[in-house]
C-alpha cells in the first residue's frame, strides 16, 4: 500500500511538472534575439542598428549604407524591386518594411508565408516616434525605442529653446534633389528646419515634396540655401540665381549630412542640431560684419 501510494504521488509530480513546462512554452514571448531580420529601407536599418538588432540583420537594400556594419549585409536590391528568391532564401524571422503604395512586394511575401512588419513612412516628427515604436515593439524591445523617443524629444526642445532666443528667422530653401526638388509643408525635414529657427520658403505647399520653378525660388528669394547634392559653388553659376539674397551673402550650406535631414528616424536631430549650429554662426558672422 505504502509503495502504491508514492507511486502515486510521483506520477502526479511528473504531470505537474510537465504541465508547468506546457504552461511556460505558452507564456514566455519568443527570443526575438535569435531571429534573423531583413530591411527594406535605410530609415528602418539605421533604426534595428539603434536598437540593438544589428547582429540579427542578415540583408538590407542596396542604400542602406548606415552605419558602418550596414555596407556588409547581404545585399537584395532596392524596396521597388528587390530579389524576391534571395529573401526566401535567406529564410528571415521578420521583414521589415516602410508602407509604400507603389510597391507590390509586401503581399507576395506574406503569400510566401513570410513574417512582414509594415511601418508606416512617417511625414512628420511626432509620426517618427511612431515608427520608432513601433519597430522596437516588432523587435520586443519597447524600452529601449522609449528610451530613444525621450532622448529625441529632449533634444528636440533644447533646438527649439535656442530657436526662441535667436535675433532673427531666416527663410530658406532646402534642395533635396536635382533638379530643384524641395520639401513643402507635409515633411519632417520641412519641420525639423524650422524648429531650428527657419522658415521654408514652400511652407505654403501642402505636399512632403515638389519641384520648385527656378523662378518660384528666385522670387521667394531665400536667405539660405540648403543643398543635399550640389556644391555650394554651383548655383552662383545659375541663371539669375545671382539675385537670391542666400548667393550674394555666400549662406550656402552643403556639409550637413542629407542622410540625417532626410531620413525618418533618430538620425533627424543629429541633423537638426548641425543646421541650427551652423545658422548661429552665420548669424554671429553676420552680425560681427554689420559692427564694424
Known amino acids: 500500500m505504502k509503495k502504491f501510494v508514492v507511486g502515486c504521488l510521483f506520477l502526479l509530480l511528473v504531470l505537474l511538472g510537465y504541465q508547468q513546462y506546457r504552461l511556460n512554452r505558452t507564456v514566455q514571448a519568443p527570443d526575438i534575439g535569435s531571429q534573423r531580420f531583413i530591411s527594406l529601407s535605410p530609415t528602418l536599418t539605421e533604426i534595428l ?9 542578415v540583408a538590407v537594400t542596396t542604400y542602406c549604407v548606415y552605419p558602418e556594419q550596414a555596407k556588409t549585409k547581404e545585399k537584395i536590391g532596392d524596396f521597388v524591386n528587390p530579389n524576391f528568391e534571395k529573401m526566401v532564401g535567406l529564410k528571415p524571422g521578420v521583414i521589415f518594411a516602410e508602407t509604400w503604395s507603389s510597391s507590390k512586394i509586401v503581399s507576395r511575401l506574406r503569400d510566401s508565408g ?12 511626432e509620426e ?4 520608432i515604436l513601433q519597430v522596437g515593439e516588432g523587435l520586443h ?7 530613444v523617443v525621450a532622448d529625441m524629444k529632449r533634444r528636440i526642445e533644447a533646438i527649439r529653446a535656442t530657436a526662441a532666443r535667436m535675433k532673427s528667422h531666416p527663410s530658406i530653401y532646402v534642395e533635396i534633389d536635382l533638379p530643384t526638388w524641395t520639401v513643402g509643408r507635409a515633411s519632417y525635414t520641412s ?11 514652400f511652407n505654403d505647399v501642402d505636399k512632403p515634396a515638389l519641384q520648385a520653378s527656378k523662378e518660384a525660388i528666385i522670387e521667394r528669394n531665400p536667405d539660405i540655401i540648403l543643398t543635399f547634392d550640389s556644391n555650394p559653388e554651383e548655383y552662383r553659376k545659375r541663371p539669375g540665381w545671382q539675385k537670391i539674397s542666400a548667393i550674394r551673402k555666400g549662406w550656402v ?11 525618418g528616424n533618430h538620425r533627424l536631430v543629429a541633423g537638426m542640431e548641425q543646421l541650427q549650429a551652423r545658422l548661429l554662426e552665420l548669424q554671429a558672422r553676420d552680425s560681427e560684419i554689420k559692427t564694424r
Do not use: W
Open 49 to 57: 542598428f539603434e536598437l540593438g538588432a544589428g547582429e540579427d540583420v
Open 114 to 125: 513570410l513574417n512582414v512588419k509594415e511601418v508606416k513612412s512617417p511625414r512628420s516628427i
Open 128 to 131: 517618427i516616434y511612431q515608427a
Open 141 to 147: 524591445k519597447k524600452s529601449r525605442a522609449n528610451e
Open 191 to 201: 519641420e525639423g528646419i524650422e524648429l531650428c529657427g527657419t522658415r521654408n520658403i
Open 253 to 263: 550650406i552643403g556639409d550637413v549630412g542629407r542622410n540625417m535631414l532626410s531620413h
